[in-house]
Nanobody
Framework: QVQLVEAGGGLVQAGGSLRLSCAASGRIDSYARGWFRQARGKEREFVVRRASGGSLYYADSVKGRFTFSRDNAKNTVYLQMNSLKPEDTAVYYC????????????????WGQGTQVPVSS
């Protein structure tokens, strides 16, 4: 059974940076990995995904500010968030899935519990 556990959320000022992590347990090598976020009262929104073949795709709203990375030895992926804005405030979720193109929540099978990122102005 695959489990995903996020960490690294917390209050940050606008313009600041934060790095989220998502540690996976279980066999997950063949899965695409993604990050989503959900602001209060809104639907879950795609942020970035790494397909199983390695290609990265970012949402326009975060392109140039957020960076996806991974550490295979630790079975962990990261989301480095720079130049944060108040509109980035959300609960951030990592996910793993096998249904391309990996930009919709229903294309993912496994989800972490979420980590809150409030960005103050």
């Amino acid at each position: 059974q695959v489990q995903l556990v996020e960490a690294g959320g917390g209050l940050v000022q606008a313009g600041g940076s934060l790095r989220l992590s998502c540690a996976a347990s279980g066999r997950i090598d063949s899965y695409a990995r993604g990050w989503f976020r959900q602001a209060r009262g809104k639907e879950r929104e795609f942020v970035v995904r790494r397909a199983s073949g390695g290609s990265l795709y970012y949402a326009d709203s975060v392109k140039g500010r957020f960076t996806f990375s991974r550490d295979n030895a630790k079975n962990t992926v990261y989301l480095q968030m720079n130049s944060l804005k108040p509109e980035d405030t959300a609960v951030y979720y990592c996910a793993a899935g096998r249904r391309p193109p990996y930009v919709l929540p229903e294309q993912y099978t496994y989800w972490g519990q979420g980590t809150q990122v409030p960005v103050s102005s």
